[in-house]
């Protein structure tokens, strides 16, 4: 499957406004106030995905091999923390300088001691998660997608145990975010908002228009300013609890060089969006090989005309592990790894 114009790269608005917040806390320290950024050395050279601050000094990030960083000073050293797993780490909440929760497809670590010891919540293995929040040390939620399709479950004794809420309808969700105890969205496939009001027990549909094929997540400051991002650029604006939403599309235009997006998600359970860019009409290749370098399959084999395109990876025939995707299209050849965890 193919769609085009799509614009996922900027798909997560928890790590936008993660980072955003660390950059009004001074933990990347601008040259100039707000209109810089400073580079830091993070001591590892694995991929990082997940960042959480909760004040000037205090953040942690998440990456591949199980990566946790942690630094105590604005950033000016990172230490790493011992996770005890090897399995990507997409997300990162902390409530304090206390209480944190970290984790990726089919994992949650927890720590109580700023991450001197992170501890594996048992019995998680089987969820295809892609997304948690936690609005205090008791109440928290996590969301999964394909093949566990619309999988919401709710925890009120901090991620010990967790309980099936419901099931709503067969699509993956990408994004969850609770304001206290009782509202919460939910966003996913066919660009669908839920909502709940009650702890997450029922889910209400919320219906908008707008053009794309998925959300990737949601924000929300209190329980009527929020804010949804996805598929094509989609950007959407509520002020009223998501009763309506303005669709604010950024203007798009063509993109000046060949390119191979990051995958999203990725980590990825089953299905993948893969996005590129063609700044003039071209004959495109994208093929899928697996770690031993075996073409599996060609997923795009066509010419397209200019502008971002997105196409999408079902990867139910074959098992967990780490793959690689290859773009041709005239003279640009590159090739990018993905990950596959069931």
Not at 192 to 205: A, D, H
């Amino acid at each position: 499957m193919i769609s085009t114009n799509s614009i996922p790269r900027y798909s997560s608005l928890k790590l936008f406004f993660s980072i955003l917040a660390i950059a009004l806390a001074n933990v990347i320290t601008p040259n100039v106030l707000g209109q810089g950024w400073t580079n830091q050395t993070s001591s590892t050279y694995w991929a990082l995905s997940g960042v959480a601050a909760i004040d000037s000094n205090n953040c942690w990030v998440v990456g591949e091999d199980g990566t946790i960083l942690h630094t105590t000073n604005g950033g000016s050293t990172w230490t790493t923390q011992t996770s005890g797993t090897n399995s990507p780490l997409t997300y990162v909440t902390f409530l304090n300088d206390s209480v944190g929760w970290v984790g990726g497809y089919g994992t949650i670590l927890k720590t109580t001691n700023g991450g001197t010891v992170w501890n594996l919540i048992p019995n998680i293995a089987a969820y295809g998660i892609t997304a948690i929040t936690f609005v205090d040390s008791s109440n928290g939620w996590f969301v999964g997608g394909y093949p566990y399709c619309g999988i919401i479950r709710h925890t009120t004794n901090g991620g010990n145990t967790w309980v099936t809420q419901d099931s709503l309808v067969p699509l993956s969700f990408y994004g969850v975010a609770f304001v206290n105890d009782s509202t919460g969205w939910a966003v996913g496939d066919s660009c669908s908002i839920f909502r709940t009001t009650n702890r997450g027990n029922t889910w209400v549909e919320q219906h908008y228009t707008v053009n794309g094929s998925w959300l990737g997540c949601v924000s929300f400051s209190d329980e009527r300013h929020g804010w949804v991002v996805g598929d094509r650029g989609v950007i959407l604006h509520t002020t009223n609890g998501g009763e309506t939403f303005v669709a604010d599309k950024p203007s798009v235009s063509l993109p000046k060089k060949f390119e191979l997006l990051n995958n999203y998600p990725n980590p990825f359970n089953s299905t993948t969006h893969i996005s590129f860019s063609l700044p003039t009409a071209s004959q495109v290749k994208l093929t899928i090989y697996d770690a031993l370098g075996r073409e599996l399959k060609t997923i795009v084999n066509e010419k397209l005309n200019p502008g971002f395109h997105n196409a999408v990876w079902n990867a139910s025939s074959v098992g967990s592990g780490v793959y690689f995707v290859k773009m041709s299209a005239g003279n640009y050849n590159t090739t990018k790894k993905i990950v596959l965890l069931k």
